[in-house]
Protein backbone atom coordinates (compact mmCIF):
# COMPACT_ATOMS: atom_id res chain seq x y z
CA UNK A 1 0.00 0.00 0.00
CA UNK A 2 1.45 3.53 -0.90
CA UNK A 3 2.31 5.81 1.81
CA UNK A 4 0.58 9.79 1.91
CA UNK A 5 2.62 12.40 0.50
CA UNK A 6 0.87 15.99 0.65
CA UNK A 7 2.89 18.50 -1.71
CA UNK A 8 2.10 22.35 -0.95
CA UNK A 9 2.98 24.44 -3.85
CA UNK A 10 5.31 27.49 -4.02
CA UNK A 11 2.93 31.38 -3.98
CA UNK A 12 2.47 30.69 -7.80
CA UNK A 13 0.58 27.50 -7.02
CA UNK A 14 -0.65 26.24 -10.63
CA UNK A 15 -0.19 29.39 -12.07
CA UNK A 16 3.57 29.29 -12.94
CA UNK A 17 4.30 25.47 -11.40
CA UNK A 18 4.51 23.14 -14.52
CA UNK A 19 8.00 21.98 -12.78
CA UNK A 20 5.49 20.22 -10.45
CA UNK A 21 4.27 17.86 -12.69
CA UNK A 22 8.17 16.59 -13.06
CA UNK A 23 7.78 16.16 -9.37
CA UNK A 24 4.47 13.91 -9.77
CA UNK A 25 5.70 11.92 -12.59
CA UNK A 26 8.81 10.51 -10.42
CA UNK A 27 6.63 10.11 -7.16
CA UNK A 28 3.23 9.11 -8.20
CA UNK A 29 3.44 5.50 -8.49
CA UNK A 30 5.26 5.20 -5.27
CA UNK A 31 2.71 7.94 -2.94
CA UNK A 32 -0.66 8.19 -2.68
CA UNK A 33 -0.48 12.18 -3.46
CA UNK A 34 -2.57 14.95 -2.29
CA UNK A 35 -1.34 18.14 -4.06
CA UNK A 36 -2.19 21.47 -2.80
CA UNK A 37 -2.04 25.14 -4.50
CA UNK A 38 -1.33 27.00 -1.61
CA UNK A 39 -3.18 30.15 -3.29
CA UNK A 40 -6.34 28.35 -2.98
CA UNK A 41 -5.46 26.36 0.66
CA UNK A 42 -4.62 30.19 1.79
CA UNK A 43 -8.24 31.89 0.18
CA UNK A 44 -5.61 34.61 -2.01
CA UNK A 45 -7.17 36.49 -4.82
CA UNK A 46 -5.35 39.40 -5.78
CA UNK A 47 -5.82 41.48 -8.49
CA UNK A 48 -2.39 42.16 -10.23
CA UNK A 49 -0.30 38.91 -9.44
CA UNK A 50 3.09 40.16 -9.22
CA UNK A 51 5.38 39.10 -6.85
CA UNK A 52 5.38 41.39 -3.68
CA UNK A 53 1.29 41.38 -3.93
CA UNK A 54 1.19 37.65 -3.68
CA UNK A 55 4.12 37.54 -0.79
CA UNK A 56 2.16 40.74 1.03
CA UNK A 57 -1.09 38.27 0.59
CA UNK A 58 0.63 35.62 2.42
CA UNK A 59 2.36 37.62 5.00
CA UNK A 60 -0.57 39.46 6.29
CA UNK A 61 -2.53 36.47 6.62
CA UNK A 62 -2.64 34.00 3.94
CA UNK A 63 -0.14 31.80 5.91
CA UNK A 64 -2.22 32.01 8.72
CA UNK A 65 -5.64 30.83 6.72
CA UNK A 66 -3.92 27.95 4.89
CA UNK A 67 -2.38 27.07 7.86
CA UNK A 68 -5.95 26.40 9.27
CA UNK A 69 -7.30 24.97 6.32
CA UNK A 70 -4.29 22.54 5.95
CA UNK A 71 -5.02 21.36 9.85
CA UNK A 72 -8.78 21.04 8.63
CA UNK A 73 -8.42 18.83 5.74
CA UNK A 74 -5.40 16.76 6.61
CA UNK A 75 -5.56 14.44 9.53
CA UNK A 76 -4.31 10.87 9.37
CA UNK A 77 -0.44 10.76 9.55
CA UNK A 78 1.55 11.81 6.18
CA UNK A 79 4.28 12.55 4.26
CA UNK A 80 5.00 16.62 3.58
CA UNK A 81 6.55 17.98 0.87
CA UNK A 82 6.40 22.00 0.99
CA UNK A 83 8.12 24.45 -1.49
CA UNK A 84 8.96 28.21 -0.86
CA UNK A 85 5.88 29.39 1.45
CA UNK A 86 3.99 26.01 0.83
CA UNK A 87 7.51 24.68 3.18
CA UNK A 88 6.74 27.43 5.74
CA UNK A 89 2.65 26.64 5.87
CA UNK A 90 3.33 22.96 6.54
CA UNK A 91 5.86 23.59 9.07
CA UNK A 92 3.65 25.81 11.01
CA UNK A 93 0.83 22.82 10.78
CA UNK A 94 3.24 20.86 12.06
CA UNK A 95 4.21 22.72 15.02
CA UNK A 96 0.30 22.56 15.54
CA UNK A 97 -0.41 18.98 15.50
CA UNK A 98 -0.62 18.01 12.43
CA UNK A 99 0.09 14.39 11.86
CA UNK A 100 3.48 14.06 9.66
CA UNK A 101 5.90 10.99 9.57
CA UNK A 102 8.38 13.33 7.82
CA UNK A 103 8.85 17.12 6.39
CA UNK A 104 10.75 17.94 3.63
CA UNK A 105 10.86 21.42 2.53
CA UNK A 106 13.05 23.25 -0.81
CA UNK A 107 13.76 26.88 -0.14
CA UNK A 108 11.02 27.45 2.73
CA UNK A 109 11.30 31.22 2.68
CA UNK A 110 10.46 32.42 6.17
CA UNK A 111 11.29 29.15 8.00
CA UNK A 112 13.97 31.16 9.25
CA UNK A 113 11.90 33.04 11.79
CA UNK A 114 10.13 29.52 13.30
CA UNK A 115 12.11 28.87 16.97
CA UNK A 116 11.03 25.30 17.13
CA UNK A 117 10.87 22.40 14.29
CA UNK A 118 8.08 19.68 13.87
CA UNK A 119 7.98 16.38 15.92
CA UNK A 120 9.04 14.21 13.49
CA UNK A 121 12.17 13.75 10.48
CA UNK A 122 12.93 17.21 8.79
CA UNK A 123 14.55 18.41 6.10
CA UNK A 124 15.38 21.33 4.90
CA UNK A 125 16.88 21.94 2.05
CA UNK A 126 18.26 25.18 0.58
CA UNK A 127 20.92 26.56 -2.29
CA UNK A 128 23.75 28.61 -1.07
CA UNK A 129 22.80 31.58 -2.56
CA UNK A 130 19.20 31.93 -1.76
CA UNK A 131 19.18 35.02 0.12
CA UNK A 132 16.14 33.81 2.16
CA UNK A 133 17.99 30.81 3.55
CA UNK A 134 18.25 30.68 7.57
CA UNK A 135 21.52 31.38 9.08
CA UNK A 136 23.97 28.90 10.80
CA UNK A 137 23.00 29.60 14.26
CA UNK A 138 19.61 28.91 13.49
CA UNK A 139 19.70 25.62 12.38
CA UNK A 140 21.13 24.82 15.75
CA UNK A 141 19.02 26.51 17.82
CA UNK A 142 15.48 24.18 16.05
CA UNK A 143 17.51 20.63 16.06
CA UNK A 144 17.76 20.82 12.21
CA UNK A 145 21.08 19.91 10.32
CA UNK A 146 21.48 22.25 7.23
CA UNK A 147 21.87 21.04 3.96
CA UNK A 148 23.03 23.10 1.10
CA UNK A 149 23.30 22.62 -2.65
CA UNK A 150 25.89 24.74 -4.18
CA UNK A 151 25.37 27.26 -6.75
CA UNK A 152 21.94 27.18 -6.47
CA UNK A 153 19.27 30.01 -5.38
CA UNK A 154 15.69 30.47 -3.94
CA UNK A 155 13.95 28.68 -6.81
CA UNK A 156 16.47 25.73 -7.00
CA UNK A 157 12.99 23.67 -6.84
CA UNK A 158 12.15 24.19 -10.56
CA UNK A 159 15.43 22.57 -11.84
CA UNK A 160 15.71 19.22 -12.53
CA UNK A 161 18.83 18.51 -10.76
CA UNK A 162 17.01 19.23 -7.83
CA UNK A 163 13.51 17.61 -8.64
CA UNK A 164 15.72 14.35 -9.14
CA UNK A 165 17.83 14.43 -6.12
CA UNK A 166 14.62 15.50 -4.13
CA UNK A 167 12.19 12.84 -5.30
CA UNK A 168 15.16 9.90 -4.84
CA UNK A 169 15.54 11.43 -1.27
CA UNK A 170 11.73 11.04 -0.42
CA UNK A 171 11.61 7.78 -2.53
CA UNK A 172 14.69 6.26 -0.82
CA UNK A 173 13.55 7.88 2.77
CA UNK A 174 10.27 5.46 2.41
CA UNK A 175 11.44 2.32 0.41
CA UNK A 176 15.30 2.05 2.70
CA UNK A 177 14.31 4.00 5.59
CA UNK A 178 17.57 2.79 7.73
CA UNK A 179 20.03 2.97 4.81
CA UNK A 180 18.60 6.30 3.74
CA UNK A 181 19.25 7.84 7.61
CA UNK A 182 22.79 6.53 7.78
CA UNK A 183 23.71 7.98 4.15
CA UNK A 184 22.14 11.27 4.73
CA UNK A 185 23.83 11.36 8.10
CA UNK A 186 26.97 11.92 6.45
CA UNK A 187 25.87 14.43 3.80
CA UNK A 188 26.75 18.35 5.43
CA UNK A 189 26.74 19.83 2.39
CA UNK A 190 26.74 19.14 -1.52
CA UNK A 191 27.73 19.95 -4.05
Not at 8 to 16: H, V
Not at 38 to 67: K, P, S, W, Y
Request: glycine letters at 8%; one cysteine or more.
Amino acid sequence: MSQKLVILSDMWGAKKGLWITSYLGYLQQYFDITYYDIQQLANIDVAVHTEDNMHRAFVEGGIDTAVAHLLKKENEEAHYLGFSIGGVIAWKAGLMGLPMKSIYTVSATRIRAEENSPNCKVTSLFGDTDMYRPKAEWYEKVGVKPELINGFGHTMYADEKIIGRVSLDLLNAVTKPEQHLIERSKVHQIA
